[in-house]
């Protein structure tokens, strides 16, 4: 099986936008890959968590749950 990018569109609000990397922007168009097989939300909660998130990490994402 393939490691295909999956494009997806991500829309932070209620202020979760302030826990990004400054501008904050409210929309991201993202290419989301799976570890060796179909990237599922597994995948983008990491993805957010190691690129986007800046700050209190703690507000957005608990171990593996958000």
């Known amino acids: 099986m393939s490691n295909v990018g999956v494009p997806i569109t991500v ?6 936008e302030l826990l990004l990397a400054p501008p904050h922007a409210k ?4 290419t989301i890959s799976g570890d060796g097989g179909a990237p599922d939300m597994r995948a983008l909660v990491q993805y957010i968590r190691r690129h986007l998130i800046q700050e209190r990490e703690e507000l957005f994402v608990e171990g593996d749950h958000v």
Do not use: C, D, M
């Open 11 to 16: 829309e932070f609000g209620g202020g979760t």
């Open 27 to 30: 929309v991201h168009a993202l």
